[in-house]
């Protein structure tokens, strides 16, 4: 299941163009046209990786009604998420902020008006500014949906790594380092699986004397639309909300700490192909 050696050169394509390549098992990495999502398929495994917090794109003829600033919007996106596991065959990624639209949101919901106790807009949107939003909200989701489906109908079942992260200077105690969220997942199903992985979690090693623990539900509770979405229209498929703490930035300076990242994406690169072999082998009809 690892990634493969060959370099697969990205193309701009519709979301039709998408999907039917995903609809014929092309191998390929692309943009969408709109520049809102990525995605790489480099071998058909039964596993994906999600990283839809990682974008940090902000349409121009919003700037001048946004009242968040620029570093605001970062301190709330997942920055190196996608990076994180960027080794993998299968990658889905938004590149647009989740300020303008939140692909971890039903679209009902997706557009905010307000964020983290702040006003957002100094004056609302317009239908048709809300409307370009939305348009790539769901395109994003029927490439969701169709990926999954030939996912699950090739390997009968699949997983889904649903990378995140979080803030830690905003918490008033100790949080982990990694959070699992399950509240809308089978845990009766796949709860002993769970554990497994926040257990193989907690192995990882960081540098900085950074502690390296890991929880279920203790920050977060994995209530995203992202999981909610994959849940809810396969059966058969289990999504692992998993969220590791900021250790890998200075919040307030807005840093990154490239070596941390690269140490979580070494550490990934193993473990993710291990647990999902381990999955297929336990959950497949016999």
Not at 15 to 39: H, M, N, P
Not at 235 to 256: F, G, M, P, R, S
Request: aromatic residues 12%.
């Amino acid at each position: 299941m690892a990634e493969k050696n060959h370099i697969i050169v990205m193309q701009r394509l519709s979301t039709q163009e998408i999907i039917e390549k995903i609809q014929a098992e092309k191998t390929f990495s692309a943009v969408s046209d709109d520049y809102s999502f990525t995605l790489k398929i480099s071998n058909y495994v039964p596993y994906v990786c999600g990283a839809v917090h990682d974008g940090h794109n902000f349409r121009r003829e919003l700037w001048a009604k946004c009242l968040h600033s620029e570093y605001d919007r970062w301190y709330e996106e997942d920055p190196e998420t996608r990076n994180m596991v960027i080794s993998h065959p299968i990658i889905i990624s938004g590149l647009d902020s989740r300020f303008e639209y939140d692909l971890n949101r039903a679209p009902e919901n997706a557009i905010y008006e307000d964020a983290w106790g702040k006003q957002l807009w100094k004056i609302p949107l317009t239908n048709q500014e809300k409307s370009i939003s939305l348009a790539k909200h769901t395109a994003f989701y029927e490439v969701v949906h169709t990926l999954m489906t030939k996912i699950e109908s090739k390997f009968d079942l699949a997983i889904v790594f649903d990378m995140h992260s979080y803030n830690i200077r905003r918490w008033d105690r100790e949080v982990p380092t990694w959070n699992l969220g399950t509240s809308n997942i089978d845990n009766d199903r796949f709860g002993d699986f769970v554990e497994k992985w926040r257990q193989s979690l907690e192995e990882i090693q960081f540098p900085y004397q950074i502690k390296s623990t890991a929880k279920i539900n203790d920050t977060f509770q994995g209530n995203g639309y992202f999981l909610k979405f994959i849940t809810k229209n396969f059966k058969n498929t289990l999504v692992l909300a998993t969220e590791i703490a900021k250790v890998y930035c200075n919040e307030y300076d807005q840093v990154i700490f490239p070596e941390v990242v690269s140490i979580v994406e070494k550490a990934l690169r193993e473990k993710i192909p291990q647990h999902a072999t381990k999955f297929h082998n336990e959950f497949s009809p016999q």
